[in-house]
Every structure is written in C-alpha cells, then in structure tokens.
C-alpha cells in the first residue's frame, strides 16, 4: 500500500479522547503520515479546511479527514469548495473519522463511530469514490437538508437529553414543544413536479438519516446525480401529533400514506414565513430557497 498523507482536522472537544490517539498512532505505526490540526474556537474547522487546500500545493495531501459530526464534514467541505473555482474538483479525497452524536452520515457510509481506530484506517486504505454533494442558497451539504417542525425539534433538543435518551429525545423535546406546532405553507417545484400546501416537515436528502438515525430519505443515493424529496404535509385531521411521533420513531419507513417523495435535480421552495432549514444540522433561516446537486462533486473514502 502507498504511504498516505492525512490531514485531520479534529475537534476540540475530542482531543483528549484516548481512542482519537490509538487511531492516529495505529495508522502512523501501518506507515501513514498523519498531521493533526485541533479546533479551539469557532470558525477554526473552516480556517483550518482552506489551511489544508494552501498546504496542498506544497506538500501532498491525500486525505482531509472531518474528524468530528455531521456538522464538522459540513463545515469543511463547504468551506473547501468556496475556495475553488465554481465546478472544480479538490485535490484531495475527504474521509470522516465519526466522533459526534448522531454521525448520520458516517453511519451511511457504514462506519462504526464505536471503534474510531477503524474508522481512520479505513480513511488510509479505502477507495475515493466520486460524491455528490448538495447546494442550498450557494451553501453545500453533504448529507440532508431539513425544514420544518422536525428540523426545529432537532436543533433545540438537548445535548445531554440525547446521550441518555437517544433518538427518543426528539419525541420527547418535539412533545414539549407541541403548543407552539404550526403548519409551514409552502410551494415546492421541481422538475416535472409541483406542490403547493402546509407541511409539518420536509427533507432533500443526498444521504438517507437525519436527527440521530431517522430515515427520511430511504433511497438516497449518494453518487446518482438526484436529491430525493420527502415531504410530510401538515395533516387535516388534526393527528399531527400522532404523524410526528411515528416519524420520529420509525422514519419514512413507518408512514403508511400521506407521504410525498420525489427526485429531482433542482428544487425551489417558497414559504410563506421564515422558516428555519438544517444543513447537515448547521440552521439557515429564509423564506426563498434554491436547492441543487453537484453531481461528482467531491471524492470520498467509502
């Protein structure tokens, strides 16, 4: 196996873990180069992303490990491709070593976040395959964008709830808050596709899970060129309670009906009022969305 030169940037928070110590000295001892880079304070993950692009083009960087969760992967991709001219490739594959509480994406690319040393020896040896990515308001995101409800209920549930509760916490934080529940009007256009209507929440998905393993987005396909669309419109019969909790306990994959999907390529989405969307859980507020796909976009280690 070629020597490898991996870049990660890592976390803060995880710096002191012993298991992110076994995992780098076990790729250094297999013969990989490993610099790490630590985050301290907010916007160091970006800084520290566009550092490994400049570094690139004086030492060879193979991987630019996202050593954190979804929202660090986000982060660096991102600010990764703000650097580079409009439909270039980087010059390096990206890899995740999984190390927040969710790891949604992570997961879908079948990593255990449970045996992080694995994780960055699969980041050493594992093929670079071409990834879409996606692109709401010129922002990217690697693995789903969410709105409504559901996508309040992720961003305002409480860290120490969800290590004790898990994905149950959702239902618990989203039946707290159930008195402030309101319909999100809204109209959806894709190609070939128009909807117009109240939702309780949607999803566009490049990857499958959200919110601590949810499915919303079952038949995502990270390299096909296609987002998929799922919507829960807002229900008539005042279940919406009854709609949220099997939502948020079983995904899609619960609902018997009601539920729209779709694919599509290019999605706008005009609502009423100011709605809060997640990338890859980092919140955007807005009324006027425009979603796209870069097909290829990115490779990475899967």
Not at 103 to 129: E, G, M, Q, T
Request: charged content about 25%; proline content about 5%; some cysteine.
């Amino acid at each position: 196996m070629d020597k490898q030169h991996l870049r990660l940037i890592l976390n803060g928070k995880s710096a002191g873990r012993n298991d992110v110590r076994t995992a780098v000295q076990a790729v250094r001892a297999m013969g990989h180069e490993v610099s790490v880079r630590v985050t301290f304070e907010a916007g160091d993950t970006a800084r520290l992303a566009r550092e490994a692009l400049r570094d690139q083009a004086q030492e060879k960087i193979d991987t630019l490990v996202s050593g954190g969760g979804d929202g660090t992967i986000h982060e660096v991709v991102d600010a990764v491709l703000h650097e580079l001219p409009e439909g270039e490739k980087p010059p390096f594959a990206f890899a995740i070593l999984p190390l927040g509480t969710a790891n949604d994406f992570a997961r879908h690319i079948r990593l255990d976040p449970a045996d992080v040393p694995s994780c960055l020896r699969f980041a050493a040896r594992a093929s670079a395959k071409p990834m879409d990515v996606g692109e709401v308001n010129g922002c990217v995101f690697v693995n789903m964008a969410t709105g409504g409800f559901g996508t309040q209920v992720t961003s305002q549930t409480d860290p120490n709830l969800k290590r004790v509760l898990g994905g149950a916490a959702y239902l618990f934080t989203g039946l707290h808050r159930f008195s402030e529940l309101a319909a999100c009007e809204a109209r959806i256009e894709a190609e070939g596709f128009s909807w117009e209507g109240p939702f309780l929440a949607l999803a566009i998905g490049n990857g499958r899970r959200a919110g601590g393993g949810i499915r919303l987005c079952p038949r995502a396909k990270l390299d096909d060129g296609f987002l998929d669309l799922t919507i829960l419109p807002f229900p008539k019969s005042g279940r919406a309670i009854d709609i949220l909790s099997t939502l948020l306990d079983r995904g899609v994959d619960g609902m018997n009906n009601g539920l729209i999907q779709r694919k599509a390529r290019n999605i706008t989405i005009q609502t009423q009022k100011p709605v809060q969307f997640n990338l890859d859980g980092e919140p955007m507020n807005g009324q006027s969305w425009k979603i796209g796909i870069r097909h290829h976009q990115i490779d990475m280690r899967r």
